[in-house]
C-alpha cells in the first residue's frame, strides 16, 4: 500500500501571479478612466461658474459706469479703477485680487460686441485650448452660464 504524501505549497506560481497582475491593472484602469471623466467634469463646472461671476460683474460695472469695459481694458477694468470711470466701487468687482482662470488654468477671452450680437462675452477654449470642439474640448461662453 502506498501512503500519498501532500506536499505544502510554499509559493504562487508565475501563471497565478500573472492573472493577478492583470485583473489588477484592468482594475485600475477603470478606476482612472472614472477619475478622469470627474476631474473633467469639475473643471467645465468650475469654468462655468467663473463665466457666470464674471458675466455678472462686467454688467455690474457697465450699471454703475455707464459703459462695457473695452477690449483693451477687458476683465482687469473689473479689478483696477480705468482713469475715465466715476462711481468704481472700492476694491473692484472681485472678491479677488486677480481674474480667475478657466478651469484648465488659462486666461479667459473678453470680446465686446461679439457677432452673436450680444453687448459682450466671455470666452474659455476648453480642454484643448483652442477654437471650436466637441465634447471637454468645447468652447465654453459666459452667455451660455447663466
Known sequence: ????RFEKRKAF???????????LGLLAALVAKK???????????TTKANLKLLHQSVNQFKMD?????????????LLDQ????TNYPVGGYLETTDIPPDGWGE??????????????VIISYGADKEEGGE???????????R
Open 1 to 4: 500500500m502506498t501512503i500519498k
Open 13 to 23: 506560481t508565475m501563471l497565478e501571479i500573472m492573472a493577478v497582475l492583470i485583473i
Open 35 to 45: 477619475v478622469s471623466d470627474k476631474v473633467d467634469q469639475a473643471r467645465v463646472a
Open 65 to 77: 459706469t455707464g459703459r462695457f469695459p473695452t477690449e483693451d481694458e477687458g476683465l482687469y477694468a
Open 82 to 85: 480705468p482713469s475715465d470711470v
Open 107 to 120: 486666461d479667459f477671452i473678453y470680446e465686446l460686441y461679439p457677432e452673436s450680437g450680444q453687448p459682450f
Open 135 to 145: 465634447g471637454y474640448d468645447a468652447d465654453l461662453y459666459s452667455t451660455d452660464a
